[in-house]
């Protein structure tokens, strides 16, 4: 089973370290300030308004994800709970963890996501169909059609 006590609550939002310049502001995150190694980095953009990304899990990856650009909203999913976040701003980060449904809905015009992962990309980490999901998770369907 992946992740069967992992919570939508045990994913955090962080808030990232800025330095103020009159000239522009500027924001970073380090590898020793994340809960996890950094092995990729990659970002959407070019997402039309209204669409949506995601729709899947990940058995081993941890995922921070930050809006720095525009805004939309992660729906997390563990089963029995969904939980929606709001990004707007580059200052804050979404630790989402592994085996926890992801969708990223209502993108606004312009937005973009920068990821920052602890795994290279492996299509064998990625669960795509919520059935699956629920399987591997120990949850039968009739429980998580209730919930929510």
Avoid at 30 to 37: I, T
Avoid at 97 to 107: A, K, S
Avoid at 128 to 148: N, V
């Amino acid at each position: 089973m992946i992740g069967s006590t992992t919570s939508v609550f045990n994913c955090s939002v962080y808030e990232l370290r800025k330095i103020h310049n009159r000239a522009g502001n500027l924001t970073f995150v380090e590898e020793k300030e994340l809960p996890f190694p950094v092995k990729r980095v990659y970002y959407l953009f070019d997402v039309p308004g209204g669409a949506d990304r995601g729709a899947h899990a990940h058995r081993e990856m941890h995922h921070l994800m930050i809006a720095v650009g525009g805004s939309f909203d992660v729906v997390l999913d563990d089963g029995f709970r969904k939980r929606i976040v709001f990004l707007n701003n580059p200052r804050f980060g979404l630790h989402i963890l592994p085996g926890i449904w992801l969708e990223v809905i209502n993108f606004s015009s312009g937005a973009t996501s920068l990821n920052i992962v602890s795994t290279k990309y492996d299509p064998d980490d990625y669960i795509r169909d919520y059935q699956d999901f629920l399987s591997l998770k120990g949850i039968r369907e009739e429980i998580s059609r209730h919930t929510g």
